[in-house]
């Protein structure tokens, strides 16, 4: 069949992306779902820095290559061994898919597995083939989902059922900047009731981890960015202070306010300053999360002395340390409950057509979650 796809030819095309299109909606072939894996008609697929990272050169990714990695949609027909799916369900993606046979998935580490990174890598399903061709040249699949476009085919893997009493473009977002953020405080990094906590970036994934904080009763909340009105929603969503990044003195500020630094702190904007930012500001038997993916050739670089002489621990976290299959639904619950309104973290919507404008605000850091609606 053919489908409308968001296509990536070359990296590093000059700001603003509303002039130089780095993304051309073509009208491509996918192939029909072969053996464990699903059609699934997209519905609503966010924008992330994942896909803006792969878009400006810092996350190198095989090219032509159809982006898109947040996304919901419906199942319309699904191939040879497929048992959990059927036609008319309801799904949202998981950018890692989890062949549940490695020592990582083994271990409850989804997140790591193998076979879904070489995958994810490669630009391949979980398995190694591609399904998506234009005048007989293989594109590549980004991590999995390739969801911007009207029609996807996913390994099942990288498939999560969800209740059908969603919009579309606010269950989008449990894929990637929810599981990531929230997953990050309480998996990653568990934290305890009562610890001080502070957040360094205010997209989609630090909002999220914001919220996760005021799930585990965290009893106070410092958020770090560069933009104003990021720091005026992170406070609306229960920041207890808030900090400018660009403040040459927050560092210190921050330390003084926390009689020393918080507990906990979340690095989620992808940058070595925010890192560098949310290191110093962590205290002494303190925990450094990054949940960022900046370019390979960036390096971090702290006292080395720091991690014993204080027994302070940096820790990543991919996927937030999730189980998406466990998680994501237990997350939505949450969200119906009004515990976890992520609803609220949506800037926007925007057609497919406008594609490359919405990565223009998201690379002006001018919102929180931008959705593409199909």
Known sequence: MRTRAAVLHETGRPTPYQKSRPLQLEDVELGRPGRDEVLVRIQAAGLCHSDLSVINGSRPRPTPMALGHEAAGIVVEV?????????GDHVVCSFVPSCGHCLPCMEGRPALCEPGAQANNQGTLLGGKRRLSREGIHIHHHLGVSGFADYAVINKHSLIQVDPDIPFEK??????????????????????????????G??????SALLGSMLTG????????????????????????TYNANDPEVIQKIRKETGGGVEYAFETAGVVSAMKTAYEITSRGGTTVTTGLPHPDHHFSFPQVTL???????KGSYVGSCVPRRDIPRFIQLYKQGKL????????????ERINEGFDWLDQGQAARIVITM
């Open 202 to 207: 205010l997209g989609g994934i630090g909002l």
């Open 79 to 87: 191939g040879d061994g497929v048992k959990e799916f059927q036609a």
């Open 171 to 200: 269950v989008a977002i449990f894929g990637c900047a929810v599981m990531t953020g929230v997953g990050a405080v309480i998996h990653t990094a568990r934290v305890p009731t009562g610890s001080c906590v502070a957040v360094v």
């Open 308 to 314: 014993t002489a204080e027994e302070r621990t940096i």
């Open 218 to 241: 965290a009893r106070k909340i410092i958020a770090v960015d560069i933009n104003p009105e990021k720091l005026k929603m992170a406070e609306s969503l229960g920041a207890t202070e």
């Open 341 to 352: 309104p992520v609803d609220r973290l949506l800037t926007k919507t925007l057609p497919l």
